[in-house]
T-cell receptor, first 110, second 115 residues
Framework: KNEVEQSPQNLTAQEGEFITINCSYS?????LHWLQQHPGGGIVSLFM???GKKKHGRLIATINIQEKHSSLHITASHPRDSAVYIC????????????FGKGTKLTVNP | DAGVTQSPTHLIKTRGQHVTLRCSPI?????VSWYQQVLGQGPQFIFQ???????GRGNFPDRFSARQFPNYSSELNVNALLLGDSALYLC??????????????FGPGTRLTVT
């Protein structure tokens, strides 16, 4: 079992829909990241969370440390939101490496 | 201000050869991490360097090595290339080693194809 699990693996939505991507993890963490990866590979950091909730534009990220679960929400989705969304956790201690989920491929159709 | 840069962008090598990938962190960042992303998978941690010292190593064979230079740029070396080494290699930099609040900034990656 992977230390970081994301669901769903693939998600197709119509423009304007509300989208939720989930992330569960099984290790102790110091922070959780939500990342966006477009075709071609470049990764952009969307959020870094250690507790509570963060909002940036149409994106909202929440984390429940007790339940070891985080969600990324996109309101009023747009075709330009189409990308792979990756959850990554920074493990406690040592080098504090990032452990990544496999990603959720989001396609938003016009 | 320039972001994290990586070179080359793309690379094709033959089995058995070696390869050197390069990364320049954001100015002022002292920590560099390397990740391997095989097609369809999430990135996997390879190394972290901070202040020119290795601070973390992932589950990769000894064919993989890295170093960090006084200007905090870094090289990732892979010897005796295998077909399975074909992947996108990502470099990320951050300003601190152990802090709950630092961000990692990713470069565009180097796509390595081994034939």
């Amino acid at each position: 079992k992977n230390e970081v699990e994301q669901s769903p693996q693939n998600l197709t939505a119509q423009e304007g829909e509300f989208i939720t991507i989930n992330c569960s993890y099984s290790v102790g963490i110091s922070a959780l990241h939500w990342l966006q990866q477009h075709p071609g590979g470049g990764i952009v950091s969307l959020f870094m969370l250690s507790s509570g909730k963060k909002k940036h534009g149409r994106l909202i990220a929440t984390i429940n440390i007790q339940e070891k679960h985080s969600s990324l929400h996109i309101t009023a989705s747009h075709p330009r939101d189409s990308a792979v969304y990756i959850c990554a956790v920074r493990t406690q201690g040592g080098s504090e490496k990032l452990v990544f989920g496999k990603g959720t491929k989001l396609t938003v159709n016009p | 201000d320039a972001g994290v840069t990586q070179s080359p962008t793309h690379l094709i090598k033959t089995r058995g050869q070696h390869v050197t990938l390069r990364c320049s962190p954001i100015s002022g960042h002292k920590s560099v991490s390397w990740y391997q992303q095989v097609l369809g998978q999430g990135p996997q941690f390879i190394f972290q360097y901070y202040e020119k010292e290795e601070r973390g190593r992932g589950n990769f064979p000894d064919r993989f090595s890295a170093r960090q230079f006084p200007n905090y740029s870094s090289e990732l070396n892979v010897n005796a290339l295998l077909l399975g080494d074909s992947a996108l290699y990502l470099c990320a930099s951050s300003s601190a080693l152990t802090s709950g609040s630092y961000e990692q900034y990713f470069g565009p990656g180097t796509r390595l194809t081994v034939t």
